[in-house]
């Protein structure tokens, strides 16, 4: 009997803390709210001097890099403690492309793009500066320390040929800037 009662005031506090609970959540429900307001966007990007406009070259011949996107990394280039943003672009097609022959990269509308944040919500373009035009058919990249030396360094992937971009920060005459030291990437190879 002893246990009938304890079991049954068990049942009764549990019922009363759930009765409690949703007597609380009831009175806790906001009344009268106004509808939500969708966000609203503006493109920022002219202001802010980020100047990048991807040129996919497409050709008659519809090659299968053509119709692939490229990469974006955002790491912090100089260690200012702010994102910059590596932007990764393709490079001019021959149409159509004759065998043996390389995309050219040697027009700046091709040249991959390094803009080096200003924190105050504009970027300046210094990929001259830093060498980071880029050689071949950009598709991709990946930021990491690859060589442990406590500087991001960038994975580049291209159509061709791999390569891995070690960069130093240097102070010199002209400011803030980083050199690129590139070098080919083994088959296999990752980011450490």
């Not at 890099?65 to 974006?72: A, C, K, L, N, R």
């Not at 022959?101 to 919500?121: A, I, Y």
């Not at 210094?126 to 442990?148: F, I, K």
Request: aromatic fraction near 8%; charge should be positive; include cysteine.
């Amino acid at each position: 009997m002893l246990k009938a009662a304890n079991h049954n005031r068990r049942f009764e506090t549990t019922r009363m803390t759930r009765r409690t609970l949703l007597a609380c959540l009831a009175a806790s429900r906001p009344t009268g709210l106004a509808a939500p307001v969708p966000p609203q966007f503006a493109d920022i990007t002219g202001p802010a001097g980020l100047t990048f406009r991807h040129q996919s070259n497409a050709t008659s011949q519809k090659y299968l890099i053509e119709s692939m996107g490229s990469g974006v990394a955002m790491f912090d280039y100089d260690n200012d403690g702010r994102l910059d943003l590596f932007l990764v672009k393709s490079a001019a097609l021959a149409d159509p492309m004759p065998a043996g022959r390389e995309p050219d990269k040697s027009d700046q509308r091709f040249w991959n793009r390094l803009f080096h944040n200003n924190g105050d919500g504009t970027f300046t373009d210094v990929t001259e500066r830093a060498g980071l035009q880029g050689h071949s058919y950009g598709m991709g990249v990946a930021a990491g320390d690859y060589d442990n030396d406590g500087h991001s360094d960038l994975y580049v992937t291209n159509f061709g040929r791999r390569e891995i971009v070690t960069l130093r920060f240097t102070l010199g005459p002209g400011g803030p800037g980083r050199g690129a030291k590139h070098g080919p990437a083994q088959a296999g190879a990752a980011l450490r």
